[in-house]
């Protein structure tokens, strides 16, 4: 009898095992359903914040950037008059104060375009020595004032021609020299530039691994300066977001602490490594860093090329009776760009609306060279008014230069631009010489030079 119970219990205790197997898959499954509703959740309210971060930041682009144009437009041309050392002096002040807030906006803007990973390397062929002859001349007045000595040393085996993104490149060096300069109370700052071979870089501490390669090559950038120093300790922190050295520095010398966080992040994107190098405070400091840049395969194609505008050709000329009709539904933005073509010599007519802007075209053989357009208007916007102008002047010899006048930072707005047949893209806020500068490319090109689109 024991062995036949036996017998009779286990299928029973079979059954009930497998009871037991199914009803915690079935829990686990529907625990399982549970977090993947959650997770779904929490992807959409990610989305969604993101999206209105976006959408906020866009508007607060354009907001900001609007009354930024008449500060920086007016004190530009405020600066071209007669006026005492005393005002003269405030009036730098202002433009200054003025760069400084527009730069800091496009910082705030790469951070978030780089963290949300929608920030895309512009790949081109771009004169090397050249960009940083120009980086050494935004900089050398800048660095006189506080008598400071500032040496660019290019190695002689320096390629004349790179395919990389010249404006993130020239964005990273201006940050770095402009860190080195703006912590130096005295003495100088020097800019080595050279090659590097990639077998000399690996550092497993920073998962640094360049190849070697036929189609690339790897740039060293190494910026000393005899400025305030680092304690060594602080370093590693000084490429996070709004972080100084010390509380000391914030207060001596200003700044939001983004410029190097920036730098790392389109390093990165350039897939090199970079890195600051310090023996204490009051000691100087060396920030050094590598970027893997594109060999040209026509580099003959290049040289009748210029990348960058040499200023001294654009300086002090003006255009006498040359025809611009601006066109912007905000009044302060037309007082501002009118002024501004007004003191360059153009014969300037200003509407307010895209249909304004048709008929002025349309009227009594008005033949105007050049039209700036904004692009967010009410209505008729720039893109379909620029669209309407081409249909108007089939032959391209014939109808004026179209140039949008935005705000806006984003890709999509200059792609959309290019596609109707603008021929540039000017972005606000703009100086008078800012301005000197795109009718010169407009006038000898036909079209305006990437390197004045961003501030």
């Given at each position: ?15 009930l095992s ?11 499954r529907d ?6 509703v959650?997770?779904?959740l929490?992807r ?15 508007v607060?682009?354009h907001?900001m950037?609007t ?6 437009a ?7 008059t ?9 009036v ?5 104060s ?8 496009n ?9 949300d ?9 771009f004169?090397l ?6 980086v ?12 400071l ?7 002689s085996?320096?390629?004349?021609y ?5 404006k993130?490149?020239?964005?990273t060096?201006?940050n ?7 912590f ?9 530039v ?5 077998e000399?870089?690996?550092d497993?501490?920073?998962e640094?691994y360049?190849?070697?390669g036929?189609?690339h ?6 910026v ?27 207060r ?10 920036i ?5 990165n994107?350039?897939e ?11 000691k ?12 040209p395969?026509?580099i ?8 960058f505008?040499?200023?001294?050709n654009s300086?002090r000329k003006?255009?006498?009776?040359l025809k611009?009709l ?5 009044g302060?933005?037309?007082?501002v ?7 360059l010599?153009?014969d ?5 609306s ?5 008929q ?8 105007f060279?050049v ?6 208007m009410?209505?008729?916007d720039?893109y ?26 984003d ?6 631009c290019?596609?109707?047949g603008?021929?540039?893209?000017l ?15 407009l ?6 030079c ?5 501030l």
């Amino acid at each position: 009898m024991p062995g036949l119970l036996s017998i009779h219990k286990t299928p029973v205790a079979v059954a009930l095992s497998h009871a037991a197997i199914l009803e915690e898959s079935m829990r686990a499954r529907d625990l399982l359903m549970e977090q993947n509703v959650a997770l779904e959740l929490a992807r959409q309210e990610a989305e969604t914040a993101i999206r209105a971060r976006n959408d906020f930041l866009a508007v607060m682009n354009h907001e900001m950037r609007t009354p930024m144009h008449a500060i920086i437009a007016l004190s530009s041309l405020l600066q071209e008059t007669e006026l005492t050392p005393e005002q003269r002096s405030m009036v730098e002040t202002i433009l200054r104060s003025s760069n400084l807030l527009a730069t800091l906006i496009n910082d705030v803007l790469d951070l978030s375009k780089l963290e949300d990973g929608s920030l895309e390397l512009n790949i081109r062929i771009f004169n090397l020595p050249s960009m940083f002859r120009e980086v050494h001349n935004l900089v050398k007045p800048i660095a006189s004032v506080k008598k400071l000595s500032v040496s660019t040393n290019l190695a002689s085996d320096l390629p004349e021609y790179a395919a990389g993104d010249d404006k993130r490149l020239m964005q990273t060096v201006l940050n770095v020299l402009g860190n080195a300069v703006k912590f130096s109370k005295e003495g100088s700052v020097s800019v080595t530039v050279l090659l590097e071979r990639p077998e000399s870089l690996r550092d497993p501490r920073a998962e640094f691994y360049p190849v070697h390669g036929d189609r690339h090559f790897y740039l060293r950038v190494q910026v000393k300066d005899t400025g305030a120093g680092i304690n060594p300790p602080d370093i590693p922190k000084l490429f996070s977001k709004f972080v100084h050295s010390d509380t000391m520095t914030t207060r001596n010398y200003g700044g939001t602490g983004l410029g190097l966080a920036i730098c790392k992040r389109f390093v990165n994107l350039m897939e090199g490594h970079i890195w600051l190098e310090s023996e204490g405070l009051g000691k100087g400091s060396t920030c050094i860093f590598i970027v893997k840049l594109g060999i040209p395969d026509h580099i003959h194609e290049m040289e009748h090329q210029s990348v960058f505008p040499i200023p001294s050709n654009s300086t002090r000329k003006d255009f006498p009776g040359l025809k611009v009709l601006v066109t912007d539904d905000n009044g302060v933005n037309r007082m501002v760009t009118r002024s501004l073509l007004a003191r360059l010599g153009c014969d300037v007519t200003v509407v307010d609306s895209g249909h304004e802007c048709l008929q002025a075209m349309s009227q009594a053989r008005q033949i105007f060279k050049v039209l700036f357009l904004d692009v967010c208007m009410p209505g008729m916007d720039g893109y379909e008014v620029a669209i309407r102008i081409r249909e108007m002047f089939p032959n391209r010899h014939e109808r004026p230069l179209l140039v949008a006048l935005t705000g806006s930072t984003d890709k999509a707005t200059k792609e959309k631009c290019i596609k109707v047949g603008m021929d540039g893209v000017l972005l606000k806020p703009v100086s008078l010489e800012k301005m000197r500068s795109v009718l010169v490319d407009l006038l000898e090109h036909g079209s305006v030079c990437d390197s004045i689109q961003r501030l």
